[in-house]
C-alpha cells in the first residue's frame, strides 16, 4: 500500500507543483457550477445545446438577480457534508465572470446582482475552514476573439460566423491569462486551480482542435506557480500533469501511470447536469453517493461532488439534503475516508477496503452474505469492531494455510464499515 505523501511524489506531479498532500489527505470537495446558465435552468451546456444566439444570452444577464444569495449557508452545508475543499467556477464556457474582472464588462458587478460573489464566497469558506478551489474554463463561448470552431454555440451560424472571421485566438490567449492573473492575485491564497477542458482530440463528434498551443498553457502554467508557488493543478490544460480528473464515471481500480499510483479525482455530479437543472429527475440515492466516495478512496482517490445552486442564489433542498444524508454518514466514517487511501488486499464481493495505516476499514456494501471471507488476514487481524458504535464483530480464523477470516455479522445492509486494526500493518 503507498502511503498518502507517497503517493504525492510519484508520476504526474511534477516537483514544481504544490505539495499534494492536503488534497490527497481531505479526499472530499464540493464542486459548484454557479452562472447565467442558472438562469436557465436546463444544463450549463443550455448555451450551446440550444445554439443560443448571444445577444438572445444576455436576458439572463439582464436578470442574473441572486437575492438570496449567502454562501455563508453554502460553505457551512459542505462542512457539514464532511467536505474539505471547494472548487468554484469562476468562469464556465458562457464566458460570464462571476467576479469583479477589469477586463470585461460581461461580469457578476454589473448585473442586478451589483456585487462580487466570488469574494464573499472564498470569505465564506474560509472562515469554515475549506480550503479554495477555482474552476476556470480556457473555453469562451462570448469573448469577440474566441475562434468558432465545432463546440461553439453559433457553429451553424454562417452568418455569425462570417463576421468571426478575423478572431485571433492569441488575442483570446492574452484575455484568458489576464483574467487568471486577476484570479490568482486579488483572491489571497488559491489552494487548487481547475481548469476545463481541453481535449485536443476529444471527440463527441464536434472536433475542438483547440490545445495546449491555444492556450498557451506552457506560459499560463508557469503564471500561475509564480503568482501562487503552492498551488495544486488539474490535468486539463492539455500539458499531461496535474491531478487527473476523471469525469462522471468511477474508474475500476486504481489509477496508475508507469506502475505508480498517480494522484486523481473523480468529478461527479447529483444528477448528470453540472449546472442547476430544474426538471432533471435522474437523481442519485444517497446510498449511492456514499457509495462513490468510499469506492473512490478504495482507489486511491479523491471525490469532488457537485452542486448547481439556482439563480436566487440557493442551493436547492433536494442537493441540500443529499449533503446532509453524507454528512451523517462522514460523522461516524470519517476516519475511513480522511487520509486514508486503497489497500494492497484484495477486498471481498461487493465490498472495498479503505486503509491508513494499519487500520484496514472494510466497507459491506450489499448483504444477505452470512459471512465474508477476507482473504490475506489469517493471523493478522488484531480486533474487528463496528465503525460506526465501536461495537466488537466477531470473526473467526480459518486454518492460517487457508488464510481464509469470516466475519459473521447480522449487519444490515449498506455501506456499513468495520475497522480491523491489524497487528501487521505491512501487509
Ligand atoms: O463542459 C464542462 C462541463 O460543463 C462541466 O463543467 C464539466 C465538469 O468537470 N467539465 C466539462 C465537461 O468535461
Not at 483547440?210 to 492556450?215: L, N
Amino acid at each position: 500500500m503507498t502511503s498518502v505523501s507517497e503517493i504525492s511524489k510519484t508520476s504526474n506531479w511534477p516537483t514544481n507543483y504544490g505539495d499534494p498532500t492536503w488534497l490527497l489527505h481531505d479526499r472530499f470537495g464540493l464542486f459548484i457550477h454557479w452562472g447565467l446558465y442558472s438562469n436557465a435552468a436546463r444544463h450549463e451546456w443550455v448555451m450551446n445545446r440550444e445554439k443560443i444566439h448571444p445577444d438572445t444570452y444576455r436576458k439572463y444577464f439582464k436578470y442574473f438577480d441572486p437575492d438570496l444569495y449567502d454562501p455563508k449557508i453554502w460553505a457551512r452545508a459542505a462542512k457539514e457534508a464532511g467536505m474539505k475543499y471547494f472548487v468554484i467556477t469562476t468562469k464556465h464556457h458562457e464566458g460570464f465572470a462571476l467576479w469583479d474582472s477589469a477586463l470585461t464588462d460581461y461580469k457578476v458587478t454589473n448585473t442586478p446582482a451589483k456585487r462580487d460573489v466570488l469574494l464573499e464566497m472564498v470569505n465564506a469558506f474560509r472562515e469554515e475552514g475549506l480550503k479554495v478551489g477555482f474552476y476556470h474554463s480556457v473555453i469562451d463561448w462570448h469573448h469577440p476573439e474566441f475562434p468558432i470552431d465545432g463546440l461553439h454555440p453559433q457553429r451553424d451560424d454562417e452568418v455569425f460566423k462570417a463576421n468571426a472571421q478575423n478572431r485571433k485566438i492569441e488575442n483570446y490567449a492574452e484575455y484568458l491569462h489576464g483574467q487568471v492573473r486577476e484570479l490568482l492575485t486579488n483572491y489571497g491564497k488559491i489552494d487548487y486551480l481547475w481548469f476545463d477542458f481541453s481535449y485536443p482530440t476529444f471527440d463527441w463528434g464536434w472536433s475542438t482542435g483547440k490545445g495546449k498551443i491555444d492556450w498557451q498553457s506552457e506560459k499560463l502554467e508557469k503564471m500561475v506557480l509564480e503568482l501562487q508557488p503552492d498551488i495544486l493543478l488539474n490535468d486539463r490544460l492539455d500539458l499531461g500533469r496535474g491531478v487527473i480528473t476523471p469525469e462522471q464515471y468511477q474508474p475500476r481500480e486504481v489509477l496508475e501511470k508507469d506502475g505508480n499510483p498517480v494522484i486523481w479525482e473523480a468529478c461527479q455530479t447529483l444528477n448528470g447536469s453540472w449546472g442547476y437543472d430544474r426538471d432533471n429527475l435522474d437523481w442519485k440515492s444517497d446510498e449511492m453517493l456514499i457509495k462513490m466516495l468510499v469506492d473512490t478512496v478504495s482507489k486511491g482517490g479523491n471525490l469532488l461532488l457537485n452542486v448547481g445552486p439556482n439563480a436566487r442564489g440557493e442551493i436547492d433542498e433536494k442537493s441540500l439534503n443529499s449533503l446532509r444524508a453524507i454528512g451523517q454518514w462522514m460523522r461516524l466514517n470519517s476516519r475511513s475516508i480522511y487520509g486514508a487511501t486503497n489497500s494492497d488486499l484484495l477486498a471481498p464481493v461487493d465490498c472495498r477496503y479503505t486503509q491508513k495505516g494499519n487500520r484496514l476499514y472494510l466497507h459491506i456494501f450489499s448483504w444477505p452474505f452470512r459471512h465474508i471471507h477476507l482473504d490475506g488476514l489469517s493471523g493478522k487481524i488484531d480486533y474487528a469492531q463496528l465503525l460506526h458504535d465501536a461495537s466488537e464483530v466477531q470473526y473467526k480464523e480459518h486454518d492460517p494455510n487457508e488464510s481464509l477470516t469470516s466475519i459473521s455479522t447480522r449487519i444490515k445492509p449498506g455501506s456499513v464499515t468495520l475497522e480491523l486494526p491489524i497487528q501487521k500493518p505491512d501487509i
